[in-house]
């Protein structure tokens, strides 16, 4: 699986949209963005994946670039309670059976009120 | 609908002992991974399961051992516990959807050894 680079931390005012970058340069075609957040002390809560097309679902947006080589998540309105660790991770789909996710140290995003 | 369940949520154990996670996983989904989380650092892959089959093992010793159950419930051991086993546990279990899965995570097992 591909490596992936993130900011150690980030802040964001309350309300503002939060936008967190990931670098993947060394992504494969058939390998996916996934984004996880991590509160406090919880088991990690799964937000958004694409492969290559922008997604967007009640939690988050995902903007992946042409080249594939980065992404951004997007909080549009974030609040307090996205205070998190996010994880951005590249895998391998297609692979049923082969689960497994490859956590990086990830970007802990304080929301200020 | 309950989502992944673990037990206990705290334990604390002694150096040398042995311990016993336990998982159930989201109602329909048949795949049970299991990953520690050292106090800092982002999960580590430990285990998956997938139809009672061992499908991935991390880089962990032979201490570390699981299992699955026909009702897709998993258990995680660890024996001779060390200092450094000390961490969240968590459980994770995943639905294919489409060609693509995805992957739900439980609370954790906080596991103190002293």
């Known amino acids: 699986d591909a490596k992936t680079t993130q900011p150690p931390s980030m802040d964001c005012a309350e309300g503002r949209a939060a936008n967190l970058p990931c670098n993947h340069s060394?992504?494969?075609?058939?390998?996916?963005v996934y984004w996880y957040r991590q509160i406090h002390s919880q088991g990690p809560q799964y937000i958004i994946h694409?492969?290559?097309n922008n997604e967007t679902n009640e939690m988050a947006s995902l903007i992946i670039t042409e080249d594939r080589k980065s992404s951004t998540l997007i909080l549009p309105h974030a609040t307090l309670r996205d205070t998190a660790v996010y994880y951005c991770?590249?895998?391998?789909?297609?692979?049923?059976?082969?689960?497994?996710?490859?956590f990086g140290t990830g970007t802990r995003l304080t929301i200020i009120p | 609908d309950a989502g992944v369940t673990q037990s206990p949520t705290h334990l604390i154990k002694t150096r040398g002992q042995h311990v016993t996670l336990r998982c159930s996983p989201i109602?329909?989904?048949?795949?049970v991974s299991w990953y520690q989380q050292v106090l800092g650092q982002g999960p580590q892959f430990i285990f998956q399961y997938y139809e009672k089959e061992e499908r991935g093992r991390g880089n962990f010793p032979d201490r570390f051992s699981a299992r699955q159950f026909p009702n897709y419930s998993s258990e995680l051991n660890v024996n001779a516990l060390l200092l450094g086993d000390s961490a969240l546990y968590l459980c994770?279990?995943?639905?294919?959807?489409?060609?693509?899965?995805?992957?739900?995570f439980g609370p954790g097992t906080r596991l103190t050894v002293t």
């Open positions: 994770a279990s995943s639905f294919r959807r489409g060609q693509d899965y995805e992957q739900y």
């Open positions: 109602s329909g989904h048949k795949s």
């Open positions: 991770i590249v895998r391998v789909a297609f692979n049923f059976g082969n689960e497994k996710l490859t």
């Open positions: 694409g492969l290559k």
């Open positions: 060394t992504i494969s075609g058939n390998e996916y």
